[in-house]
């Protein structure tokens, strides 16, 4: 049986700003040949960017939110997750092209950008299909700043479900899945990148870094949920 896997990830620091979203979507961060990463550098150029790179930095995000909260909102605490990061991937298809894959991957995001930035007004801070992995996948980042409200709305999206796996796993298959004989697979909600940092094998940044990358990247698919 085929299926689809999302994986969520928060952003909630500016570390985790510039490795996920500029350093690793945007590939600005240099890799090496490195069997542990599942990254060729030499099939980089072939990632398809679907929404540049917004902002750089954290801080321009949060400039950006200062200039354009409205009337009587507030600027979000310093520690508090900003943005969040989600990879859609499948199972390996038999008989599926690369074409195949894109057109799949390119539904995905089209359905997340009418989930979050087309109905909540959130920022599309990038999106990229990254075909320099093992397979095509969707990397895509999305802010917590609203646009539409002019104010930082994660509690309300908690409330309302709207970044609810199972519910966005659900609300997938139906709009997404179904539309390729994918099935929900197994989605995960990943600890953001600051906490992921403890596997301490090492104390270089660079090494924990690596670790992250690591984990992040190697999958373990089920068909089951």
Sequence with gaps: ????????????????????????????????????????????????????????????????AKKNLSKGKRQIRKNAAKA?????DCSVIEGWSEEDYIKYLEAANDFLTKRFMEEWGLLNLGATIHMDEKKPH???????????EGAWIQKKLKQKNVTDLNKLLNDFEK????KFNLTRG??????????????????SRTARYLKWEYISLNYTYSSSQ
């Design 175 to 178: 709009e997404v899945g179904k």
């Design 138 to 148: 969707l990397h895509i980042a999305f802010s917590y700043f609203s646009e539409k």
């Design 1 to 64: 049986m085929n299926y689809f896997v999302i994986d969520f990830k928060e952003i909630d620091s500016a570390e985790a700003y510039k490795n996920i979203i500029v350093g690793h979507n945007f590939r600005e961060r240099k890799y090496k040949q490195n069997p542990h990463l599942n990254i060729d550098p030499t099939k980089t150029e072939k990632n398809l960017i679907l929404t540049p790179l917004l902002f750089r930095n954290e801080k321009e995000l949060m400039e950006y």
């Design 84 to 88: 969040f990061s989600i990879v859609v």
């Design 186 to 203: 197994k989605g995960e909600i990943n600890k953001p990148l600051k906490k992921s940092l403890n596997y301490t094998y090492s104390s």
